[in-house]
């Protein structure tokens, strides 16, 4: 890793140095597993991140699956999931409490292809993430990950 050389004013050389380190960790890890699920799948990160909520629960409205992506604007998630409805993974079904709501779920077959799509993207996060790190980098990056996320500004 090499962080640009710059003169830091308001903070300090190692502050530069940590925060070019999450930039590069984040993109080397998810660069790496991306490659793999495109390898294995022909799909991205983000359409992963979309079958995995789906696999927590079913069904689910575009709107609401949105809400829980971190890889993905809704309007990029809306073209996603018509991808995986036109790929019969998904299928849209009306909401009984509110007609002008669809709800997303998976297709017998769309369930078998999220699920293997799972394995392979666990294998990979264990590969890229979880190997070469120990227990405590791993709850290092949590505690981080708390205080970053509980910090004042927008969410």
């Not at 983000?46 to 949105?66: D, F, H, K, M, N």
């Not at 993905?72 to 991808?83: F, I």
Request: with cysteine; hydrophobic share 40%.
């Amino acid at each position: 890793m090499k962080a640009p050389v710059s003169q830091p004013r308001i903070i300090s050389p190692d502050q530069v140095n940590g925060w070019f380190a999450l930039l590069f960790t984040h993109a080397t890890v998810t660069g790496r597993i991306d490659a793999v699920l495109m390898d294995q799948h022909k799909i991205s990160f983000s359409t992963v991140e979309i079958l995995c909520w789906l696999l927590e629960a079913e069904p689910q409205s575009v709107r609401g699956l949105s809400r829980e992506l971190v890889s993905v604007s809704p309007t990029r998630a809306s073209r996603l999931v018509q991808e995986l409805i036109d790929a019969g993974h998904l299928q849209r079904g009306a909401d009984q409490g509110d007609g002008r709501v669809s709800l997303i779920s998976f297709t017998k077959s769309g369930r078998h292809y999220a699920e293997t799509v799972r394995r392979t993207f666990e294998d990979s996060v264990k590969k890229y993430f979880v190997d070469p790190l120990n227990d405590d980098d791993i709850a290092a990056i949590t505690r981080i990950w708390a205080k970053l996320e509980n910090a004042e500004g927008p969410s």
